[in-house]
């Protein structure tokens, strides 16, 4: 027998945790997931569920889809980094009334024998950063690679999923295209194949990206840690099942 669908739900992705929670999310009885992705990367991981790609345009552009495709309810489970569009969701529900979830994951806790120089932004990075080392293992995807491109004395190894657009300013050094997850040997010995002084890191909390701080606690490097940007309050959770729970609730 075919369930009739009846409550849908649209999901803000983007991470390895959205791909699992839009997973469980479509096995529950009576409601209908809808993925939402912002378009960054020319080949996203394919699923079954259905999938949006691009940006709505603003606040209005999300309440608009809202309201079109009858959205009774978002989960925002968007990068702790992806803070506008976390922004744009809790305006666009609240203006309309739709139940709202931040899925968010812990940041990382510095423990002992990690150094860490905790920061609060890629600008407040680049500032410190020709202090301390001149070999630099720049984590943070390319967006924000610009940022870095004025430090022409130091050299950085720079992973990402994708390379950056043509002409994009990039600083000194060599980029990796790789999509993760990477163990922790291969960052142990990606840290000291290019005799990395120095790691910056986003804190996105999580295992998946976790082995790479591993690896410099291990080794005794230096991380310059990204504090994350303020997010919009509402409900929380912190793991993929509580989100299933919440969802499940409210589609009964
Ligand atoms: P952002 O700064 O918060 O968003 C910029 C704009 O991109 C938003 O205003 C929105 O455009 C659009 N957008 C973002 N996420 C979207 C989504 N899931 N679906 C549809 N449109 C979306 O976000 P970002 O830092 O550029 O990140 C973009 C995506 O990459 C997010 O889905 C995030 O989960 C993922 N990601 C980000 C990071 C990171 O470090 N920032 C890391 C891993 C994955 P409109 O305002 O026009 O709607």
């Known amino acids: 027998m075919i369930t009739a669908k009846h409550k849908r739900v649209l999901i803000l992705g ?8 839009t997973a469980l999310a ?7 997931v809808i993925n939402s992705l912002a378009g960054r990367t020319r080949q996203p991981v394919v699923t079954s569920t259905p999938t949006r790609i691009g940006p709505f345009g603003g606040v209005s552009g999300l309440r608009n889809y809202l309201r079109e495709q009858k959205i009774d309810f978002l989960i925002d489970a968007t990068h702790p980094f992806a803070s506008q569009i976390s922004w744009n969701a809790a305006i666009a529900t609240s203006e309309l009334n739709i139940p709202r979830l931040m899925f968010v994951r812990p940041p990382w806790k510095k423990i ?4 860490w120089l905790e920061v609060e932004s ?5 500032r410190v950063l020709p202090e301390l ?3 630099i293992f720049l984590s943070i995807g390319r967006q924000e690679l610009v940022s870095y491109a004025h430090l022409k004395d130091l050299w950085f190894l720079m992973r990402m999923i994708e390379p950056p657009q043509p002409r994009t ?9 790789e ?5 922790l040997e291969e960052e142990r010995s990606l840290l ?4 990395i002084e120095a790691v910056v890191s986003k804190n996105s909390g999580g295992d998946a990206t976790y082995p790479k701080i591993i690896a410099a606690r291990e080794l005794g490097i230096l991380v310059v840690m990204i504090q994350r940007p303020s997010l919009p309050g509402g409900e929380q959770v912190s793991d993929v099942e509580s989100a299933v729970s919440w969802l499940r609730n409210y589609s009964n």
Do not use: M
Request: no cysteine; proline share 11%.
């Open 112 to 115: 002992e024998g990690d150094r």
């Open 14 to 21: 983007g991470i390895g945790d959205s791909l699992k929670l």
């Open 192 to 195: 000291q194949k290019y005799e």
């Open 133 to 135: 080392a001149s070999r």
């Open 179 to 183: 999509r993760g997850p990477f163990s």
């Open 169 to 177: 300013p990039v600083p000194p050094g060599k980029i990796l295209t």
């Open 26 to 32: 479509s096995s529950i009885p009576g409601l209908e």
């Open 122 to 126: 890629n600008k407040a990075a680049t």
